[in-house]
C-alpha cells in the first residue's frame, strides 16, 4: 500500500477523544484527500479516502445524530 502522506505529516484526532488510545486520526494526503489511521498503532499506514467520500460520511453521521 502506498501511503500518500508526506513525511512529517501532523495528525488530529477530536478535542471530544481522551487519552486512552482509542480514536481514530484524520490528515489531510498530498492529492488532496484524507487518511484516517487508529491511534493504537500509529506506525501503520492510514486508509486513504478521496474528500467527496469523507465529505458525505460526515453528512450521514450528522444526519443520524438526535
Not at 2 to 21: E, F, H, I, M, N
Not at 31 to 56: E, F, H, N, Q, Y
Request: glycine share 16%; proline share 6%.
Amino acid at each position: 500500500m502506498r501511503t500518500l502522506t508526506a513525511p512529517g505529516t501532523t495528525w488530529g484526532k477530536s478535542s471530544y477523544s481522551g487519552d486512552q488510545g482509542n480514536c481514530v486520526e484524520v490528515t489531510g494526503t498530498t492529492d488532496g484527500g484524507l487518511a484516517v489511521r487508529d491511534s493504537k498503532d500509529t506506525t501503520r499506514p492510514g486508509i486513504r479516502c478521496a474528500a467527496p467520500a469523507w465529505g458525505a460520511f460526515i453528512y450521514g453521521l450528522k444526519a443520524s445524530r438526535p
